[in-house]
């Protein structure tokens, strides 16, 4: 397997963990229980994380030959939470 199909699936697998933990766990903690600080830096890494899939995303519709169909649904589903799971086991 090419190295970077690779490294989107490990991308992919991060952002979707990380979007995760913001929504069941930080963002839980920061409404309920006042404790805004989790949101702060899972936001952070989230943020980083969602920038570099839909840089891959592009990068693999070049490398894969996509149609731009395809790459917007892989890119719809980094703002559905399981929606990277999706992608990777749907398209790569």
Do not use: Y
């Given at each position: 397997m090419d190295t970077s199909v690779k490294t989107f699936k490990i991308v992919s697998t991060l952002?979707?963990?990380?979007?995760?933990?913001?929504?069941?766990?930080?963002?839980?903690?920061?409404?309920?229980?006042?404790?805004?600080?989790?949101?702060?830096?899972?936001?952070?890494?989230?943020?980083?994380?969602?920038i570099a899939y839909i840089i891959m995303a592009y990068i693999m519709k070049e490398k894969l030959n996509w149609s731009w169909g395809t790459l917007a649904i892989v890119m719809i589903c980094s703002v559905l939470p399981f929606g990277p799971f999706y992608a990777e086991r749907k398209y790569l």
């Open positions: 952002e979707a963990i990380s979007f995760l933990i913001l929504l069941g766990i930080a963002v839980p903690l920061k409404h309920f229980w006042q404790m805004p600080e989790m949101v702060s830096v899972v936001g952070m890494i989230h943020g980083i994380l969602f």
